[in-house]
């Protein structure tokens, strides 16, 4: 019996000895043999109204661990006219924080407070703001002044960018490289599974003249696909399905052959863009904060930028993946479900490929005379001082092809009765001048062109006569924004909305869920009603 037992604890020894693969420079231990290319594409086995990712099991529940990371934010304070008129930020066209909280709630949880970036929410939306005429400038500014629905003393100042739109087929051609996570932490259908699923979405949608390469990281890093032509699909799922996960991470490694990699076949004119796809769960090589965005930071200066595609639960690291993209000139997307792949990397590849401007800057002068008080609702971690608006040197967010963004002050106009801040015994109580005159506030706008280093500067004031006093009047871009920043605001806890609670959330939004070509408004209503109940259980149990 125990020769027999020694005979078995020999050969597993053995077979596992087997199973094992080496890595060396040239070779990366967690590529499989490829297996036959098939003849049915992703898209056309592809279901939108689904809403579970094909390459997830319908079973499948991700582990119990809870390792995320997020960066803490407080919410933006109210802040006197009289004493700080002024208010800078950069903008923002990141959608993660949004596809993260449906992924939460989704789950059964409530989301932590801090994975809330209400900007990040509203800007996931389409509205319909009008498109510029012509391409100089590169966005169309539309402004929107009407009750808060939250709260009948103060109001809200809507603020609109929409950027010109780059049909597909006329977009330049891409240098892309994907940068892909094969680590162990990778190994779930969430994570590599869905990677590898989102990716071929976009594989397919690429054409001769564009060029695609793969680069993984582990314990090491290297090169799974050179510079391939992007019409040559089935190489690069080839490549994609050959990859499986297995040792621990070292990221900075990677960006740096990634960085590489884009440079050997770089396009001049072109869109040159590294996208970075992992659970942001880096534990080996450079694994420093902010050595790794600075790193980023100074490769964007080569016309090299980066998108960050977040997947999985558990120990997901959501801080690094926006900060990242914020560093890189690229987009953050957290990817939960393909239907979520389809809609950043085919249906909008546009603006999550081709920039038209970049540093875009906004800055609202508030006329003290009219105004009490305001408050910018999201943006938290995109404020600037008053003097980086006129600084050329001072990073800011970019705009892609057919984006927008959208932007929400909360006003306290003078005289309401809606004032939350102390009067101060010593300040000047009269207006002078110009502040006595219709205006609400004054609105500037510095953007560069893609290949410029010199900003322009937009101006465009904004009257009084824009006031609505009805929301019911406002247009459904208004209301069903004014849903959106509620309902973030609820799930960071509610410190400003009153009494305002999911049931008027739902109202608002229902009543101006509009057309919905793709289902997202009224997927939205539906994590609201979710939310709902799980913030109702929560109650209970306390």
Not at 36 to 59: C, Y
Not at 72 to 99: C, L, M, R, W
Not at 340 to 355: C, G, M, P, W, Y
Not at 428 to 442: L, P, R, V
Request: glycine share 8%; with cysteine; net charge negative.
């Amino acid at each position: 019996m125990i020769k027999n037992l020694f005979f078995v604890l020999l050969g597993s020894l053995l077979l596992t000895a087997c199973n094992q693969s080496t890595s060396s420079n040239n070779e990366i231990s967690h590529i499989e043999t490829a297996p036959k290319v098939g003849s049915v594409s992703v898209t056309e086995s592809f279901n939108r109204g689904q809403p579970q990712p094909a390459s997830i099991p319908a079973d499948y529940r991700p582990p119990l661990e809870d390792r995320e990371k997020y960066a803490h934010v407080s919410d933006n304070p109210i802040k006197s006219a009289k004493e700080q008129p002024v208010s800078t930020f950069s903008i923002d066209v990141d959608t993660g924080s949004y596809s993260n909280i449906r992924r939460f709630l989704n789950q059964g949880s409530l989301p932590n407070p801090d994975a809330v970036r209400v900007e990040e929410m509203l800007n996931y939306f389409t509205y319909n703001y009008p498109y510029p005429v012509s391409t100089t400038p590169p966005f169309k500014v539309t402004t929107e002044f009407a009750p808060a629905a939250w709260n009948p003393k103060t109001h809200i100042l809507l603020i609109g960018i929409q950027g010109y739109d780059v049909p597909r087929a006329q977009l330049p051609p891409a240098n892309l490289v994907f940068l892909i996570d094969v680590s162990g932490s990778m190994n779930s259908p969430d994570k590599l599974g869905l990677l590898k699923s989102a990716l071929q979405l976009l594989a397919e949608s690429l054409t001769a003249k564009d060029r695609v390469s793969i680069v993984v990281y582990a314990g090491a890093s290297g090169v799974v696909l050179e510079p391939t032509a992007g019409n040559e699909t089935a190489t690069i799922n080839a490549a994609l399905q050959r990859l499986v996960a297995g040792g621990s991470t070292n990221g900075g490694e990677g960006i740096q052959l990634a960085y590489a990699m884009a440079q050997q076949a770089y396009i001049p004119n072109g869109i040159n863009r590294i996208l970075l796809a992992t659970d942001g769960d880096f534990n080996v090589g450079t694994t420093d904060f902010e050595a790794l965005k600075s790193l980023v930071s100074e490769k964007r200066k080569s016309g090299i930028a980066l998108t960050t595609l977040g997947f999985g639960t558990g120990n997901y690291n959501d801080q690094l993946m926006e900060q990242l993209a914020d560093a890189g000139n690229g987009h953050y997307a957290y990817i939960d479900t393909l239907n979520e792949a389809r809609k950043v990397l085919v249906d909008e590849v546009s603006s999550t490929l081709q920039i038209i401007a970049k540093d875009v800057k906004i800055q609202i002068e508030f006329n003290p005379a009219q105004v009490a008080e305001y408050r910018l609702i999201g943006y938290e971690n995109r404020v600037l001082a008053r003097e980086d608006f006129s600084n050329d040197k001072v990073d800011a967010g970019e705009i892609g092809a057919g984006h927008r963004v959208t932007a929400l002050y909360e006003v306290t106009l003078q005289g309401s009765g809606g004032e939350r801040l102390e009067s101060l015994r010593y300040n000047e109580t009269k207006s002078q001048g110009a502040m006595s005159n219709a205006e609400i506030a004054f609105l500037r706008l510095r953007y560069k062109m893609p290949n410029a280093e010199k900003s322009e500067l937009l101006e465009f004031p904004i009257s009084s006569t824009l006031l609505n006093k009805n929301v019911s009047n406002t247009s459904e871009n208004f209301r069903f924004a004014s849903a959106v920043v509620a309902f973030g605001q609820l799930l960071r806890g509610g410190k400003y909305t009153e009494h305002f609670g999911y049931d008027d959330v739902l109202a608002l939004a229902q009543a101006a869920k509009g057309l919905d070509e793709f289902g997202y408004r009224n997927e939205f209503i539906n994590l609201v009603k979710l939310a709902k109940s799980l913030s109702t259980r929560s109650l209970e149990k306390e």
